[in-house]
């Protein structure tokens, strides 16, 4: 080969470029970004509509469906989520991966467009958000006090967050669990019925006195100069002086009907770390910043802060750069190993140590020349990338070893060294160029995979295919041009010439036994034939025994311990049972290192009812599963619904459920009583756990009704009674009070001795033109269940059965639980869909099977091509069943499941299985071209 006769021949000019890509690749290296996974577009849109004061099925009906059957139109749409609860609807469209999501956005906005005059009056316009995962905190800090509590909030607002903002690479910090500082009127329901004053003249006369006009310009010789009407609260003294209205010329005040004071806000989340109260600050990067240098950065300030600041301390409660880490170190651990092993091994059976130093140049080579092509490439070091060259590892030197070793071939043959490296490698060059070949077109279906396999396995297809044709470039001109130098012939002198006699008198020993083998079997062929079918068959008929999943599970060392109790519950009384929960995780539980508990809120699920613990396990504690396992014996609370969820980064990969089924239908009560019996039937199924029904128990409502003709009567609207019993309840911001930079709001509310029981809402006075009445008399208020939430799922109604699987593999488990569902009775009019995990665990072995048939297809070709003839490649292809026959007994004895990393595996298999067979017959058939007799 030309390539080759240049490379021997210019030997300096050949190490210079090589050592030139090496160095540039060492460079890049340090420059690459390194994150989790790839940068990835999430082909999700979220449309957004506020419709205050309606209910869940009110939402549904008036905005939800209607935005639907629009939204349906929009051009790629795969399918339409949306989620009505009270005052909001959400729709979330998604879109097949790949997407040009702002083209995407332009076709859902007249979309929307053409329905907006039907929306109702009071509901907001539709609001369109595009999903980014970086918007997901990478850190989460808690900030506890040493001194006055009070006072933390304010050290975190206005020092601590400040500071962690101007790091580099951080877009957002945002502080949870501390109530926001108010200043608050409390009307008093006496002194407002006495004085004739209304709610909404209160809050009117805080909004005039705090408002701030531009008035427009006056000039003032040569110069304009801008007017500007201004009113603002300079003390609290000033708010309770305003003047609300004057009756029979006296004039009332603000501290004349209501009590201003400055306070907190009701509390409706509570965070404590260890039981103890706490702030949470959650710190979320910029898209395309390198996750691991943001994370040290913002713990390099938060060191500082907690020196500067004795008075608080922040804790590390998640570090999302601490699993990349681990998992990069994982696999570079894993590639520095393979590396070594490779080098071992071959000098063990080389027996020569240039031999080994020649060929082990083509993985620096090779690795560092994909790094280079990453880099200007704008590809991330992340656990794709990195998986690619680990796995690449061990096929960088099979050229170089076929190089070289016909090489040595015609060195002891006694050609000189150039002419044996050149007419060696001109000998193999077909052979390896071809064997190269069949390992990268298995790599060739993953550029045609759907979904989230062609965004993840792209980047790792470019870099094996990139890294194999390296190593070929490097077989065909640094390894014969280094061996015409280097090569070094004989097992030299000493100990280490005494072992390699040693190796290669064991060595000729095998090569004999086989050669003995070799020629029993062809001369009694089916005495090889009929044992390889038993044993091809008997491991096709082991294969169902395998497990499946779709992703292997990474113990992460954290969990979460999601309780619920029945909606409605006050969040004092949700309080008292997570303390008791918290004495059993940190005092009682071991291997417990840190829990942080969020109670009403803040992380996951919301709500008064509803707490969420997130638990960090020391390095000495068991696996996870069996932790919560545990758990879950121990921990019960009575009329509470308690699930667990194993922390996981790759949550891209996985469905959040392993368990899930769509129970479709309209028909609420229906629904409700048959996803309960679905439950109660799932509970019984080997290795679910943790069930839940997405739509909760109805909860108790008070539903205030407006008569219109009542309404009218007193020249009221229904409107104006929803704002009074807004404010009363609620309470209603009526300004801003500024202190330093920071604007505070300014609430009206009854106080809350005035609206204590459900009595005095019917009594709530409620000021209209002809009078103050009483809200009974132009509405009606009833106590009702109803639906705290309804989700659809393409357009229909949708109640969501989900739950985890432990202790048994997703395959079967899936399979009993389908059995089990589907020989249930479902209602008239209601249907199954089965979702989760399954589900792309369906579609990712869909795939993988396609590759793999795809990947057998291609390497036939290149064979035929490379051999012109038809019948030579189909015996190479005999060696694919006999490799998967030490796949499947290899997952079998280790325990390991049938996943996309292992079918991955399989698919590379096929590749590598042919390429010494393609060796062999390569060279058989030269031999036959030059007379040599076939056996």
């Known amino acids: 080969m030309n390539l080759s006769r240049f490379a021997i021949r210019r030997s300096v000019t050949t190490a210079m470029i090589f050592l030139a890509v090496a160095f540039l690749g060492i460079i890049a290296f340090g420059r690459l970004p390194v994150d989790l996974l790839p940068d990835i577009s999430f082909p999700t849109l979220s449309v957004t509509t506020n419709y205050p004061g309606a209910g869940p099925q009110e939402v549904e009906r008036e905005v939800t469906i209607l935005l639907e059957n629009t939204l349906a139109t929009v051009p790629g749409l795969t399918e339409i989520f949306s989620s009505s609860v009270e005052g909001r609807s959400s729709i979330t469209l998604r879109f097949p991966w790949g997407t040009d999501l ?47 509590p009070n006072a933390l909030r304010d050290l975190a607002e206005n020092e601590f967050r400040p500071r962690i903002e101007q790091v580099e690479g951080v877009a957002i910090v945002e502080v949870r669990g501390a109530p926001e500082r108010q200043i608050r009127v409390e009307l008093d329901r006496a ?42 609260f300079a003390s609290l003294d000033d708010i309770a002086q305003t003047v609300v209205a004057t009756r029979q010329g006296i004039t009332i005040r603000v501290t004349d009907v209501a009590r201003v004071t400055d306070t907190l806000a009701d509390t409706t989340s509570i965070v404590r770390l260890n039981g103890r109260p706490a702030i949470m600050i959650a710190v979320s990067k910029q898209s395309g910043t390198n996750t691991v240098a943001v994370a040290s950065r913002v713990f390099a300030v938060a060191e500082d802060l907690n020196e500067q600041f004795p008075q608080a301390r922040m804790t590390i409660v998640s570090d999302g750069s601490k699993f ?276 009403g809120g803040g992380f996951g699920p919301g709500g008064s009812h509803v707490v969420t613990f997130r638990v960090a396990l020391t390095p000495q504690a068991g696996p996870t599963q069996q932790v919560m396992s545990e758990l879950r014996q121990r921990v019960r609370v009575t009329g509470a619904t308690i699930f667990y969820r194993p922390q996981t980064s790759l949550f891209i990969f996985r469905s959040p459920d ?41 909860a108790e409502e008070f539903t205030v009704r407006v008569d219109p003709l009542k309404a009218a009567a007193f020249s009221t609207s229904a409107g104006q009674v929803a704002s009074s019993v807004r404010t009363y309840i609620g309470g209603t911001t009526a300004a801003l009070f500024r202190v330093g930079g920071d604007d505070i709001n300014v609430v009206v509310r009854l106080r809350e001795t005035d609206r204590a029981t459900p009595d005095m809402l019917a009594s709530l006075p409620i000021s209209t033109p002809r009078g103050v009445v009483p809200l009974r008399q ?59 995990e399954f589900e792309d665990q369906q579609e990712s072995f869909g795939q993988l099977t396609s590759g793999f048939l795809m990947s057998l297809v291609l390497v036939y070709m290149v064979m035929a091509s490379q051999f012109e003839r038809l019948l030579e490649p189909l015996l190479i292809m005999a060696a694919v069943p006999f490799a998967l026959v030490g796949a499947v007994a290899a997952l079998l004895l280790t325990g390991t499941t049938l996943n996309v990393q292992s079918g991955l595996g399989a698919i590379v298999l096929v590749g590598v299985a042919v390429n010494n067979a393609i060796v062999l017959i390569s060279y058989s058939l030269q031999l036959q071209d030059e007379g040599v007799p076939l056996r």
């Open 102 to 148: 702002d083209a995407a956005a332009n076709d859902v906005r007249p979309a929307i467009d053409r329905v907006r005059s039907r929306l109702p009056d009071n509901a907001e316009t539709p609001r369109i958000f595009k999903f980014d995962p970086n918007v997901f905190p990478i850190i989460l800090l808690a900030m506890e006090a040493r001194g006055d």
């Open 324 to 599: 990349i880490r681990r998992s990069i170190d994982n696999v570079r651990l894993a590639a520095m190993i393979g590396s070594v092993l490779t080098v071992a091994v071959l000098l063990l059976f080389l027996r020569n140590i240039s031999s080994t130093l020649i060929i082990a140049t083509a993985i620096p080579a090779s690795v560092l020349a994909t790094i280079l092509l990453m880099f200007w490439g704008g590809l991330t070091l992340n656990l794709m990338t990195f998986g690619g060259l680990a796995l690449a590892i061990g096929m960088l030197v099979d050229s170089a070893i076929v190089v070289l070793e016909n090489i040595f071939r015609h060195r002891e043959e006694g050609q000189p060294p150039k002419i044996a490296a050149e007419e060696a490698t001109n000998e193999v060059g077909t052979a390896i160029m071809a064997s190269t070949l069949t390992t990268i077109v298995v790599f060739l279906p993953m550029f045609f995979t759907q979904g989230i396999a062609s965004v993840m396995f792209r980047p790792l297809a470019f870099v094996v295919t990139v890294a194999l044709l390296g190593s070929l470039v490097v077989a065909l001109t640094l390894v014969p041009s280094l061996a015409s130098r280097a090569l070094v012939m004989g097992h030299g002198k000493g100990i280490a010439g005494r072992i390699a006699v040693t190796l290669e008198h064991w060595l000729v020993a095998m090569e004999d036994g086989f050669r003995r083998l070799l020629t029993a079997g062809m001369r009694h062929p089916l005495w090889v034939v009929i044992p390889s079918v038993i044993i091809v068959a008997l491991s096709w008929s082991a294969f169902p025994l395998i497990g499946r999943e779709t992703f292997p599970p990474a113990d992460e060392r954290e969990f979460f311990m999601t309780v619920q109790l029945p909606r409605g519950t006050a969040l004092d009384v949700t309080d008292r049972t997570a303390r008791r929960i918290e004495q059993t995780l940190v005092e009682e539980t071991e291997g417990v290192g840190q829990v942080v508990s969020f109670i």
């Open 191 to 232: 002194r407002l019925e006495a004085l004739g004053i209304s709610d909404r003249e209160v809050t009117q006369a805080l909004k005039s006195e705090s408002t701030s006009d531009p008035g427009g310009d006056v000039r003032v010789g040569s110069q304009r100069r801008i007017v500007r009407t201004v009113g603002r």
């Open 778 to 836: 132009v509405a009606e208020i009833t106590g009702t269940p109803g639906p705290t939430q309804i989700q659809r799922r393409n357009r229909e109604r949708i109640i969501t059965l989900s739950g985890n699987v432990a202790g048994r593999d997703l395959g079967a488990t899936i399979k009993d639980v389908r059995a089990t569902v589907l020989a249930q009775r479902l209602p008239r009019g209601f249907s199954l869909a089965f979702r989760g």
């Open 658 to 698: 392993p368990v899930s089924i769509d129970l479709r239908g309209f028909d609420l009560e229906a629904g409700n009583a048959a996803a309960r019996r679905l439950r109660g039937v799932l509970e019984s199924v080997q290795g679910v756990t943790d069930l839940q029904i997405s739509r909760e128990e109805s």
